[in-house]
């Protein structure tokens, strides 16, 4: 399996780029900076240059050509403005999923978040925008015609993975390691049975492949 992967020089991204290349599939994807695509090279990993919100639906559709499935982990992670968080969590993935469309990738997984995340704290004004636009990106995904999975994963840790996940349909928002997200999202895409499905995934008891084989 090849799959195309946006957000693969980050956190979950590239977790799931190395999880894939282990288990013997193809990950390519885009990054923004020069040092990012030596790091990954070094794992075997190719990528191109490029960002999302740049680059035209034809020229995406392009970059992933031949792939079986796309990924969206990327995120304007607070790190720049909330404009940035628009046009990269909110506008990115409807924007993928055309160009996904375009170039008869059909299965689609998207990285999102609960919407419930930190309710209990008190977030600012940059965080509550987050969160109404990956509910937005969601909404846009499922209108469309592909064979789209969306995984709400809990607050992510650098903690090593644990293997185990509480995986299903709705789920306590705790924390859960990118590592178990990544190994999830690698499960899911080995699942094409799963198929036009919100799931939400936190740390749990549960081996992945056995969270994965319960889902129906
Ligand atoms: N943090 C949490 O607790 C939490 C909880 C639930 C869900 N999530 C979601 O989980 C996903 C993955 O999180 P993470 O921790 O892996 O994030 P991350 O480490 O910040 O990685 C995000 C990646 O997206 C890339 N990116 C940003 N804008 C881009 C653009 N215009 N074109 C191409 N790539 C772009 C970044 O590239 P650069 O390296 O060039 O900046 C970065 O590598 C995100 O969607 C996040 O919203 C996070």
């Known amino acids: 399996m090849k799959v195309f992967i946006i957000g693969i020089a980050g956190g979950v991204g590239r977790r799931i780029a190395e999880k894939l290349t282990e288990a013997g599939h193809e990950a390519v994807g885009l990054v923004r900076r020069p040092e990012q695509a030596r790091a990954l090279a070094a794992r075997g990993i190719a990528t191109a240059p490029g960002d999302l919100v740049a680059m035209s639906i034809d020229v995406l559709a392009e970059a992933m050509r031949g792939a079986d499935a796309v990924v969206f982990s990327a995120g304007a992670g607070g790190k720049e403005s909330d404009e940035a968080t628009t046009r990269v969590d909110g506008d990115g993935p409807e924007k993928l999923a055309a160009a996904a469309e375009r170039a008869g990738v059909r299965r689609f997984l998207l990285v999102s978040v609960f919407p419930e995340a930190w309710r209990e704290r008190r977030m600012d004004a940059s965080f509550e925008h987050y969160m109404v636009e990956k509910k937005k990106a969601e909404t846009q995904l499922v209108e469309t015609g592909l064979d789209w999975v969306i995984l709400r994963p809990s607050a992510l840790t650098d903690e090593p ?47 992945i492949r056995d969270a994965v084989e319960a889902l129906d």
């Open 161 to 207: 993975g644990a293997g185990r996940v509480d995986l299903g349909v709705a789920k306590i928002h705790e924390t859960i390691a990118r590592d178990d997200v990544a190994a999830t999202v690698v499960g899911l895409l080995d699942a094409p049975r799963i198929r036009r499905r919100i799931l939400e995934v936190t740390g749990g008891n549960t081996s």
